[in-house]
């Protein structure tokens, strides 16, 4: 059979294979019969109102998503629980150590003895400078003494420093300088005392002469 360009072509092609133009069709091969469109596609409507289709089979989206969001606020409501039991464990502990502490201090210092509690004292240390009636008006000699620093000492070891103020008590025939060092021990056998610079020398007294002196040294320079 020749295609409508003539070309020849073998029977039952459908297109020329020189020119690719559509064979016309061969009178002697039935054509194969067409399903009408009612039976290829049928789709149902509703019997009440045929031009309203029958709704799909396809589940509506509310239903699905609602699962998921149900899922979701139960996974958040878990997560929340956790979070406080975890919190609440955590102040549990905090507490029970904070008391047991607490009751573990209080007993040790309840069941301490009282003599094993240090005691300390405050000693007064006065130098005055006897310098006729100058008063404060104090000789080249004596530059050391206003703002002056000394150190206290109980059995040799250092308890305290202190230091006296630039300006002295004035009593007319001299100049009295005092300081205070606090927190000394009043365990100890010997006191001293001297100035830092040691140009001065060192005063020593026993912890009674001390005491008997309401725990002051009064020193003098002439």
């Known amino acids: 059979m020749n295609c409508p360009s003539g070309h ?9 294979t020189q020119c690719g133009m559509r064979m016309a069709p061969n009178p002697s091969s039935p054509i194969p019969p067409v399903a009408p469109l009612s039976q290829s596609f049928n789709q149902p409507t509703n019997s009440g109102n045929p ?3 029958v709704a799909p089979i396809w589940p509506s989206p509310d239903s699905q998503l609602q ?19 975890v919190v609440s464990t955590l ?3 905090l507490l029970i150590f904070f008391v047991a502490t607490n009751r573990s201090t209080d007993s040790g210092t309840a069941n301490a003895p ?14 005055t400078v006897m310098n006729d009636l100058d008063g404060c008006d104090l000789p080249l000699g004596y530059f050391d003494i206003p703002g002056g620093q000394f150190e206290l000492r109980a059995d ?23 300081s205070t060092v606090f927190n000394v021990p009043d365990d100890a ?34």
């Open 91 to 93: 102040l549990v502990v």
């Open 114 to 127: 009282e003599e094993d509690l240090p005691t300390t004292q405050m000693v007064t240390v006065s130098l």
């Open 189 to 222: 056998a010997v006191y001293s005392v001297a100035l830092a610079n040691g140009r001065r020398g060192t005063i020593y007294n026993t912890r009674d002469e001390l005491a008997g002196k309401d725990w002051g040294f009064d020193l003098s320079l002439n």
């Open 51 to 53: 031009f309203e289709t």
């Open 67 to 85: 699962p998921m969001s149900q899922h979701s606020q139960n996974k958040n409501s878990n997560r929340n629980i956790a979070i406080i039991s």
């Open 8 to 16: 020849p072509n073998a029977d039952g092609m459908t297109f020329c």
């Open 156 to 178: 040799g070891q250092v308890v305290g420093f202190g230091s006296f103020p630039l300006n002295g008590m004035d009593l007319s025939f001299a100049c009295k300088f005092t």
